[in-house]
């Protein structure tokens, strides 16, 4: 199993700055790709970019103004936001995932309990 925790959502001003953490606990090998996601309320969970050993993705929707980053050292994956608008409020979920023996279709995805973030002046 792994276990996720987020921090540091809040409330921040459109046009503001955070940056959310996710540290990683338990079994973290072997674990291909963290990424984050948020879900607004009536709206389905959005993935915002991900982050494997090769590759970094981000959506559309955050791209230019979110940066995903990871510590391997300290078991983390970062979360820069910056230019908050308030479309942006949402519960921000942090990701894991681990391919199965076949691929990818198989893997196994664990996640955080979410954290909050508020974009409203």
């Known amino acids: 199993q792994v276990q996720l925790a987020e921090s540091g959502g809040g409330l921040v001003q459109p046009g503001g700055s955070l940056i959310l953490s996710c540290l990683a606990s338990?079994?973290?090998?072997?674990?291909?790709?963290m990424a984050w996601y948020r879900q607004a309320p009536g709206n389905q969970r959005e993935l915002l970019a991900a982050?494997?050993?090769?590759?970094?993705k981000y959506a559309d929707s955050v791209k230019g103004r979110f940066t995903i980053s990871r510590d391997n050292a300290k078991n983390s994956v970062y979360l820069q936001m910056s230019n908050l608008r308030p479309e942006d409020t949402a519960v921000y979920y942090c990701?894991?995932?681990?391919?199965?023996?076949?691929?990818?279709?198989?893997?196994?995805?664990?996640w955080g309990q979410g954290t909050q973030v508020t974009v409203s002046s």
């Open positions: 990701n894991a995932a681990r391919a199965g023996p076949t691929g990818w279709g198989d893997r196994t995805e664990y």
């Open positions: 338990g079994d973290i090998s072997n674990i291909n790709a």
């Open positions: 982050i494997t050993n090769r590759d970094i």
